[in-house]
C-alpha cells in the first residue's frame, strides 16, 4: 500500500546513455512534481503536473522531460546522460490546495 | 541564492533531552512553512507545519516556531528519542513565478545519543 513509488530504486549508467525513472501515486492526489537532490544535499523543484498539465518547469536542461501519462503517473526522462546528472532524484505528490508534499523513496542515478 | 537555510549542518542531543533545530528564510512571499524528516533510503515524510499567520503550533513532542520578523523558524523536540535520529528539512511554500513552490534548506543531521 505504498503512497508514492518510484523505479527503479538505482540506476547506473555510462555518459550519453537515455533513461527513464517512474513514479506513481495511489493518493488520489492531483499534483506531482519531481525533485533533485544533489551532492551538498539541496532538494530543488524541477518540474511539477497539476492534473497531467506542467505548471513549474525549472531551470532545467531540455534534457530532462517529464511525462504525465495520467494525475496518477508522472515520469521523468534523460537522454544523453551527463556526469553532473548523478544525484537522487525524488517524486512527490499533493492535492491541489494543500502544502503537504508526500515524497516517494529517491531514485539514486550515477552516471559514469 | 538560497532563499531557505539551515547553517547547522549536524546537531547530537542526548537522550531525553530537548532538540531544537533552526531555519532561516529571506523571502517575505513565503506563507507556509513545513518540516519535513528524512531516514537514510527514503523520501523526506511531513512532520509538522505552520502558517505565516500563526507563531507557533505543537504536535505531541514536536512543536515549531514562527518569528517574521525575523525571518526564522524553529523545531523544537522534547524529550528527544533514539528514533529521532534523522537528517530534517525545513521547507517554505510561496507564489513564486507564478506557481505555488516548496523550497527546502539543506538539511540538518540530526543524532540523539543514548
Known amino acids: 500500500d505504498t503512497a508514492v513509488s518510484q523505479t527503479p530504486k538505482y540506476l547506473v549508467t555510462q555518459m550519453g546513455n537515455d533513461k527513464s525513472i517512474k513514479c506513481e501515486q495511489n493518493l488520489g492526489h492531483d499534483t506531482m512534481y519531481w525533485y533533485k537532490q544533489d551532492s551538498k544535499k539541496f532538494l530543488k523543484i524541477m518540474f511539477s503536473?497539476?492534473?497531467?498539465?506542467?505548471?513549474i518547469n525549472e531551470t532545467v536542461p531540455n534534457r530532462f522531460s517529464p511525462k504525465s501519462p495520467d494525475k496518477a503517473h508522472l515520469n521523468l526522462h534523460i537522454n544523453s546522460l551527463e556526469l553532473g546528472d548523478s544525484a537522487v532524484y525524488f517524486c512527490a505528490s499533493s492535492q491541489q490546495g494543500s502544502y503537504e508534499q508526500y515524497f516517494g523513496p529517491g531514485t539514486r542515478l550515477t552516471v559514469t | 541564492d538560497q532563499q531557505v537555510k539551515q547553517n547547522s549542518p549536524s546537531l547530537s542531543v542526548q537522550e531525553g533531552r530537548i532538540s531544537i533545530l533552526n531555519c532561516d528564510y529571506t523571502n517575505s512571499m513565503f506563507d507556509y512553512f513545513l518540516w519535513y524528516k528524512k531516514y537514510p533510503a527514503e523520501g523526506p515524510t511531513f512532520l509538522i507545519s505552520?502558517?505565516?499567520?500563526?507563531d507557533k503550533n505543537e504536535d505531541g513532542r514536536f512543536t515549531v516556531f514562527l518569528n517574521k520578523s525575523a525571518k526564522h523558524l524553529s523545531l523544537h523536540i522534547v524529550p528527544s528519542q533514539p528514533g529521532d535520529s534523522a537528517v530534517y528539512f525545513c521547507a517554505a511554500s510561496g507564489r513564486i513565478q507564478g506557481a505555488q513552490k516548496l523550497v527546502f534548506g539543506q538539511g540538518t543531521r540530526l543524532t540523539i545519543n543514548p
Open positions: 505552520i502558517s505565516s499567520i500563526k
Open positions: 503536473y497539476n492534473n497531467k498539465e506542467l505548471i
